[in-house]
Structures are given as structure tokens and as C-alpha cells.
């Protein structure tokens, strides 16, 4: 089965590159303006986006950016299109935000609101809600990018009869530190014959992701 | 009243991180949930720790919760009646 990228998104170092051209999103050292500045660039209009936790944030900012210009989610049904990432922290950084809110007896004030996001895979439900895509999932920690668990996992997905396509990456936070790869994956069809595309292979995503 | 009233909003904004709304974007007898601020169960969650946080007021009964937090005007007047405001 063929299987083609035909959009994707990389954020590092806090600046994001689309189909390997960088976005004028101004360069903020810190996350929390980053993640505001590139909201507005891509003019997401998402309000819930504002109570994420860093992690979902970066998945819907590279997953929005990697749809920005692609009629990836026309061409697909949201019930034929599936959601497998990747990343290396997991939701760290949120669980020791949590953690914080806990530690001290006299200020024990934990918050509901962080504590649904000390799961990794809260970012792929994140994205699949502001999409209603209903397609099937994964999320997978690995000691880093993992090129080959990628491809994999992808070939495995779009096997299934009803999937047509996924949305695929790595999507790592922790410590302030955002590191994304979000690509689009679709069959070999018609309908993408007109568009660049790339075929979904180990070179390319080790290529896409330096 | 009123007063208190404004204070709730801008600590509901904070609590909630609603960021993209602004105190005078409450109206104060606008459904909190549903229609009016869109809010969901996690930030109802989030309400009732934000009445513990500034004002020491814990609900004792969740069924209570649907009445107090029907909308600003409705949580500034428990905070009123359990004497805290």
C-alpha cells in the first residue's frame, strides 16, 4: 500500500516551519507567548485552546498549521481519518504542574482542569475534538523520535478497512522545550495526484524532523 | 453587590483561563453554562475550587452546585449569604 504526506509541520526551537517554510510568527522564548503569537497567526479561533496545557497546545498549533492550506480533512471523512503520535516526555510537564498544586498541605488546591491533561493521549483527543474526527488512535512513548514505530504504526492504521488517512507525528514538551513533527498521511489516489506530495517512508520523517 | 460581582468575574476569568473575554463580555445574569459562557463540567470542577480558594467556602452538598452556579449574579449572592463577600 502506498502512502504519501501531503502536508506537514515542524515546530523547533519555537519556530514553525510549514511544508518546510518558515512561518513570520514572531520568536518568544517563552512558551506560553509562543503558543499565543502562533494562535493568532494561524488564526485558529478555538477559545478552549486557551485552557490547554502545553503539550495539546503544541499538537493543535502543528496540527493547524499542517491543515492550514491542505483540503486533507475535505477530501477524508472525520470517521476514515486516524490519530497516531509519538513523544518522548509523555505529560510530564503537566504532571509536575499538578504535582505543585498538591505538595503542600496547607495550600492543597488541586485543579481539575490540570489534572485532565496529566495523560499523554489528552492532546490526540484535543485535536480529534476540534475536528470531530472519529477514526482510531494511538500514542506511543519512546526514548525519541522513532522514524520506523512511525511508518509502522501508520501502515498498520490505514489497513484497517475505513481508515483513509492520519494525522501522525511526534509532539514532545517538557521544561519549555516544544518539539513537533505533525504530518498528514494519505492512500495513493486521484484525488491527491495534483498536489506535492511525499511518499510516508523512514528517510523522509528523518529528513522532515531535523 | 456589584462590586463583588465584578470581582468574581475577572477571578473567574483567571480561574478558567478564559482569555480571549473580558469582565464587561459577562452579563451577570447570563447562564453560566450552555448558552453564556460555554463553560463545560471540568470548569464547573474549577468553580468550586475557586470559591474555596478566595473565599474558604466549600459546597457541602453538589446538588446545591446547578443553583449557586447558575450564573455571576447567583455565585456573588451565595458568597453574600455564607457572609464571605
Known amino acids: ?210 | 453587590m456589584d462590586a463583588l460581582i465584578e470581582k468574581l468575574k475577572g477571578q473567574i476569568i483567571e480561574q478558567l483561563n478564559l482569555a480571549e473575554v473580558k469582565p464587561a463580555d459577562i452579563n451577570p445574569d447570563a447562564p453560566l453554562f450552555g448558552d453564556g459562557l460555554g463553560l463545560d463540567s471540568i470548569d464547573a470542577l474549577e468553580l468550586i475550587v475557586l470559591l474555596e480558594k478566595h473565599y474558604g467556602i466549600k459546597i457541602q452538598n453538589p446538588a446545591d452546585g446547578k443553583k449557586i452556579f447558575e450564573s455571576v449574579r447567583t455565585m456573588a449572592q451565595f458568597i453574600k449569604d455564607q457572609g464571605k463577600s
Open chain 1, 1 to 210: 500500500m502506498e502512502l504519501n504526506i501531503t502536508s506537514y509541520c515542524t515546530i523547533k526551537n519555537k519556530i514553525i516551519f510549514v511544508n518546510g517554510k518558515e512561518l513570520s510568527v514572531p520568536k518568544q522564548d517563552v512558551a506560553s507567548y509562543f503558543f499565543a503569537d502562533a494562535y493568532k497567526h494561524l488564526e485558529i479561533n478555538y477559545p478552549k485552546f486557551h485552557k490547554m496545557d502545553n503539550l495539546s497546545k503544541l499538537g493543535i498549533i502543528a496540527t493547524e498549521a499542517a491543515l492550514k492550506g491542505s483540503d486533507f480533512l475535505q477530501r477524508n471523512s472525520p470517521e476514515s481519518v486516524a490519530i497516531i503520535l509519538s513523544n518522548k516526555a509523555s505529560s510530564l510537564d503537566t504532571d509536575r504542574n499538578y504535582q505543585n498544586s498538591i505538595n503542600s498541605k496547607d495550600n492543597y488546591l488541586p485543579s481539575p482542569a490540570t489534572f485532565v491533561y496529566t495523560l499523554p493521549n489528552i492532546v490526540i483527543g484535543e485535536i480529534a475534538i476540534k475536528h470531530k474526527i472519529t477514526g482510531e488512535n494511538a500514542f506511543f512513548v519512546s526514548d525519541g523520535f522513532d522514524p520506523q514505530l512511525l511508518v509502522n504504526q501508520a501502515q498498520i492504521s490505514l489497513n484497517q478497512p475505513g481508515t483513509k488517512a492520519a494525522i501522525c507525528g511526534w509532539v514532545d514538551y517538557d521544561n519549555g522545550m516544544a518539539d513537533a513533527l505533525i504530518y498528514l498521511v494519505e492512500k495513493a489516489s486521484d484525488s491527491i495526484k495534483n498536489i506535492n506530495f511525499n511518499p510516508l517512508n523512514e528517510t523522509i520523517l528523518t529528513q522532515f524532523y531535523k
